[in-house]
């Protein structure tokens, strides 16, 4: 079943308004969620929402507030905020385009897919996409998602778009009063030689299928074991040591590993291909273990 879009509205591109609706372009299928549970009763902990001196409240009974002064608010209800008359409530106004390389990347916060809505608006989505694609720019805009404002940026993405919300200038920090405690180095040409020959051997393709997490799938493992009544089986890692080691030896170390790695797995080829010419058929490899 293809997921329900959970904002609709407008694209807008000076006068023209193009029908689009918005869908997640991320899942929280992965995410482990932990309950408080009452240890001697085994039951979930819940939680009330009470009045110092009129105890437990009812929804209905509850309005937003902004504190002005300690302890003083000013009461604010949603209807009063839904009534506000906002330009850009069901409107993502394109203000300005940039190059991609001009939105710092710690300014991008969730990406979302944007897509036509109806067939009215196929042909106006499809020129501004090939628009900017062909361009190479960056629509920024402006919209109200979940009673927040937001800044955008819009891009081409396969034969669509994606929205990208942004933060705004006041929610990023200043790198600088950090990076003042770097202290300025000399360093040793050949130890940067060797460090750009290991970032050499190890360069390649963006493939995060292949970066397990290695801890929610132990901590599965050990929740699978607890319902099964076994121990889990969990591989340990050794930590790494604290022991500070000279640079240019760990360097050196590295890099010789990484050429004995090389030769064996060419080694390893190179078998594979006699035993294959001989008609032999290769070894099945250990099967691998169940995932939790």
Do not use: C
């Not at 930590?239 to 080691?245: D, E, F, N, R, T």
């Amino acid at each position: 079943m293809a997921p329900r879009a959970f904002w609709t509205g407008h694209l807008r591109l000076s006068l023209v308004n193009i029908p689009v609706k918005l869908y997640p372009a991320t899942t929280s299928e992965r995410r482990l969620e932990f309950h408080q549970i009452h240890q001697p009763t085994g039951k979930r902990i819940r939680y009330q929402k009470v009045v110092p001196g009129a105890g437990p409240v009812e929804n209905e009974e509850i309005t937003k507030g902004y504190e002005y002064e300690k302890g003083k608010y000013v009461l604010i209800d949603q209807k009063e905020i839904d009534e506000l008359k906002l330009p850009a409530k069901q409107t993502i106004e394109l203000v300005r385009f940039v190059d991609d390389e001009a939105i710092d990347a710690r300014f991008y916060e969730t990406p979302y897919y944007l897509l036509p809505d109806g067939d009215m608006a196929d042909e106006g989505y499809v020129i501004i996409q090939k628009a900017l694609k062909d361009t190479g720019k960056v629509g920024v805009g402006q919209f109200i998602l979940r009673g927040h404002g937001n800044i955008v940026a819009i891009k081409p993405f396969g034969k669509g778009l994606m929205l990208e919300v942004l933060r705004h200038a006041n929610e990023v920090r200043s790198a600088e009063p950090l990076f003042k405690e770097i202290a300025e180095v000399k360093v040793d040409k050949e130890a940067l030689d060797l460090a750009k020959e290991l970032i050499k051997r190890k360069a390649g393709k963006f493939e995060p299928e292949q970066l397990k997490d290695a801890y929610s799938e132990a901590v599965w493992e050990l929740i699978h074991a607890k319902l099964e009544d076994r121990a889990p089986e969990i591989v340990t890692e050794m930590p790494g040591s604290a022991k500070v080691i000279n640079i240019m030896d760990a360097l050196k170390k590295s890099v010789q590993q990484g050429k004995g790695a090389a030769a064996k797995a060419q080694t390893k080829r190179g078998v594979a291909s006699a035993r294959s010419g001989n008609g032999k058929k290769a070894a099945r490899g250990a099967p691998k273990r169940k995932s939790a």
